[in-house]
């Protein structure tokens, strides 16, 4: 399609007649950030490294910025940036000397590479650290150079493979506000995989679910959510303060209340946790429950309408299990 600037169709990569990657089908637009969420081994980084050019597919077709992975992985890595979990850099270079080397590399003209790195040192909160030896970088720094450094040869795509291991709360805040900032301002395509459900919900426009080589959902927080849980759309948490302190008939009181409440029309299900009820409603029944814990003669102390996130989709997906047993 026109507007996708990656498009891959029955991607497939096995080992021993193992597959580790199996019928991949994927089209992620211009300018979209894309999440590739997934267990460690699920086969994320292959699939990475065959739309690098990196490995070969046994089967498949991967084109971006409407170039072949495959037969073409060259004109594809002049148009895409990679970085990955590890980044490496000459220790006994400065970082300013580090990117001036990729800037050779990519055969950029001396005047044009100065003017650049200095910009993407600005750019990445380097500008105060250009002239220290990398050797002597911390972690959070190292990524941010390799976010530089990959966008020395203005990329139109940009691949992050787990970028944020082993940076702090605030590297990685950071890091991620830079990503979300070059996606709005420069137009550029990111695929970002990782196996950390929030940073990939806070930055992401939409996510594919990766898991033993195949992809087996994809979507944004929104329409995957309404899609795995269409017979209970809302949830209602209530908290509620039970009149005997007596564990035995508090028990049964709460038994009580929650064969009351499942009566209620357009109530899927109530599951009881400690002195809160979740209840998984077809429709906002928000004041219908209120009016019922309390006419009952319960005390309630508060009421949420729960919305669902990527960690509840996940643990569905993932584990098959109840979202509030976690």
Do not use: W
């Not at 070969?56 to 990679?82: D, L, M």
């Not at 006994?92 to 001396?110: D, S, V």
């Amino acid at each position: 399609m026109e507007n996708n600037i990656i498009e891959i169709t029955g991607l497939t990569k096995k080992y021993d007649s193992v597959p580790v990657v199996d019928n991949l089908n994927l089209n992620i637009k211009k300018g979209e950030i894309f999440g590739l969420l997934g267990p460690n081994g699920a086969g994320k980084s292959t699939a990475i490294r065959m739309m690098l050019g990196l490995t070969e597919p046994t089967s498949g077709t991967i084109k971006i910025c409407g170039e072949s992975s495959i037969h073409n992985p060259i004109k594809v890595k002049k148009q895409v940036g990679y970085l990955p979990e590890d980044v490496g850099f000459y220790n006994n270079l400065t970082g300013f000397e580090n990117l001036m080397f990729t800037a050779r590399l990519n055969q950029i003209p001396e005047t044009e590479a100065n003017t650049r790195v200095k910009q993407l040192m600005n750019i990445t909160y380097l500008s105060a650290e250009a002239n220290k030896k990398t050797g002597a970088y911390s972690k959070g720094m190292k990524q941010r150079l390799g976010l530089a450094d990959v966008l020395i040869k203005k990329p139109k795509v940009i691949i992050l493979d787990e970028p944020t291991i082993g940076l702090d709360p605030k590297g990685v805040k950071e890091f991620l506000n830079q990503i979300t900032g070059l996606s709005k301002k420069e137009g550029i395509t990111v695929l970002f995989s990782s196996h950390h459900l929030h940073q990939v919900q806070q930055v992401c426009d939409r996510i594919g679910l990766f898991v033993k080589g195949k992809l087996i959902a994809v979507g944004n927080i929104q329409s995957l959510s309404e899609k795995l849980f269409s017979e209970s759309p809302v949830v209602i948490e209530a908290g509620i303060q039970y009149p005997n302190n007596n564990t035995k008939k508090a028990n049964s009181e709460s038994s009580k209340l929650t064969e009351i409440i499942k009566k209620l029309k357009g109530v899927t299900n109530v599951i009881p946790k400690d002195n809160n009820s979740f209840i998984e409603c077809k429709k906002d029944l928000t004041p219908i429950i209120a009016k019922t814990i309390v006419e009952n003669g319960f005390e309630l102390v508060s009421l949420n309408k729960k919305e669902y996130g990527l960690d509840d989709i996940y643990y569905k997906y993932f584990e098959g299990g109840n979202t509030y047993e976690k």
